[in-house]
Structure formats: C-alpha cells, structure tokens
C-alpha cells in the first residue's frame, strides 16, 4: 500500500510563496513520474507541473516562470515553489505519482488527499 501526505497549502496575499511538499510512504520499489494538479469548483482537474525520475520538468503555461517543481529521490518527495501567487491560482492542490511496489511490477497512479491554496486579493 502506498500512502501520500501533502502539507504546505494555506492562505496567501496575491505576489506572496508557498511552498508545497508531498511525502510518499508504503511499499514503494520506483518512482517514475511525480507531479502536482490543480482543482477548483468550476474547473477539472488540471496539471499544473511534473518532474521525471531524471529531473525533467514540464508546466502548464499559467505556472511557468512561476512555479518550480522538484523532488527529493532519497526520500520519496515531491516539492513545489509556488511564488507571485495569483488569486487565479487558488485551489486545491493534489499530488500524484506513478510508481511500482516490487520489480517487475505494473506501474500505478497514487494520489495525495489534496491540500487547500487560496490566494487573496
């Protein structure tokens, strides 16, 4: 079973940062591909950033110049910089992973619980 736990979200006056983490736990072999989403009452879910096993990174292009995401390999995390936050960039924030839990295993999306980012005027 594989767990994440996401933490950083809060409230922000428009220019400010935060900073997300989201810590993956269980029986986890590899971790490809972690990324973070986006989700507001009006909107689907969207991507908002990704990072490869390698450290290739990709954004949307609201987020881009923004936002910066990373991770921590040695301790199955995942980070994103958030700075000149928008009131446009409140939502909820959720971080997924793609992983495999043995080798040779099939590799499985895992999502975090998601965590709240508002963002005042």
């Known amino acids: 079973q594989v767990q994440l736990v996401e933490s950083g979200g809060g409230l922000v006056q428009a220019g400010g940062s935060l900073r997300l983490s989201c810590a993956a736990s269980?029986?986890?072999?590899?971790?490809?591909?972690m990324s973070w989403y986006r989700q507001t009452p009006v909107n689907q879910r969207a991507l908002v950033a990704s990072i490869s096993s390698d450290g290739d990174a990709n954004y949307a292009d609201s987020v881009k110049g923004r936002f910066t995401i990373s991770r921590d390999n040695a301790k199955n995390t995942v980070y994103l910089q958030m700075n000149s936050l928008k009131p446009e960039d409140t939502a909820v924030y959720y971080c997924?992973?793609?992983?495999?839990?043995?080798?040779?295993?099939?590799?499985?999306?895992?999502w975090g619980q998601g965590t709240q980012v508002t963002v005042s005027s």
């Open positions: 269980g029986s986890i072999s590899s971790i490809y591909v």
């Open positions: 997924k992973i793609i992983a495999s839990t043995g080798w040779g295993t099939p590799r499985f999306q895992y």
